[in-house]
T-cell receptor, first 111, second 114 residues
Framework: DAKTTQPTSMDCAEGRAANLPCNHS???????VYWYRQIHSQGPQYIIHGLKNNETNEMASLIITEDRKSSTLILPHATLRDTAVYYC????????????FGTGTRLKVLA | DVKVTQSSRYLVKRTGEKVFLECVQD?????MFWYRQDPGLGLRLIYF???????EKGDIPEGYSVSREKKERFSLILESASTNQTSMYLCASSPPYFSGNTIYFGEGSWLTVV
């Protein structure tokens, strides 16, 4: 199964960039990497996804290594409202509908 | 705006009760999912459905069943609730599988079984 590994927790100072790493060494060649976040007591919120190239949207940037075995989510100017659990996920394999969530990274943005 | 609505935000049920958790999506998505979320365990897939009346077991289907009679509605059923089913339940939906399609979640239903 394609699985992801993330650090359990991270701190980041408000206004600084938050860089959240994820390892997905068993990802299939045509599988996307997705990032979601979950603020306490709410459902997960989609942030960004990518395949091979780096991606950027209004929320974040996603950097994927050339071998696709790892990626980094970047929140360029973290705010207190970015405090959440961040999940990096991949689909198990193209033939299923399973998105496998790990335990995520608990990001705390400090004032 | 994309919307997945779960009918109950907080429920308290007794052991042995039959519990229904309802989910409705307004995006005409083919796929719908039920996850449960527990501290330290992340999100675990219970069941998913890729079409009306079609369902597939996820990783932890024991003690649960599902129903999808209409495209927009996906129900999770606890036939006989037990205390170890106390959890947060998340419904989600997505378009058919093409690489890059994202999955959208509801706000969650907190179920306590006493």
């Amino acid at each position: 199964d394609a699985k992801t590994t993330q650090p359990t927790s991270m701190d980041c100072a408000e206004g600084r960039a938050a860089n959240l790493p994820c390892n997905h060494s068993t990802i299939s060649g045509n599988e996307y990497v997705y990032w979601y976040r979950q603020i306490h007591s709410q459902g997960p919120q989609y942030i960004i996804h990518g395949l091979k190239n780096n991606e950027t949207n209004e929320m974040a940037s996603l950097i994927i290594t050339e071998d696709r075995k790892s990626s980094t989510l970047i929140l360029p100017h973290a705010t207190l409202r970015d405090t959440a659990v961040y999940y990096c996920i991949v689909r198990v394999d193209p033939g299923t509908y399973k998105y496998i969530f790990g335990t995520g990274t608990r990001l705390k943005v400090l004032a | 705006d994309v919307k997945v609505t779960q009918s109950s935000r907080y429920l308290v049920k007794r052991t042995g009760e039959k519990v229904f958790l309802e989910c409705v999506q307004d995006m005409d998505h083919e796929n719908m999912f039920w996850y449960r979320q527990d501290p330290g365990l992340g999100l675990r897939l219970i069941y998913f459905s890729y079409d009306v009346k079609m369902k597939e077991k996820g990783d932890i289907p024991e003690g649960y069943s599902v129903s999808r009679e209409k495209k927009e509605r996906f129900s999770l059923i606890l036939e006989s609730a037990s205390t170890n089913q106390t959890s947060m339940y998340l419904c989600a939906s997505s378009p058919p599988y093409f690489s890059g399609n994202t999955i959208y979640f509801g706000e969650g239903s907190w179920l306590t079984v006493v």
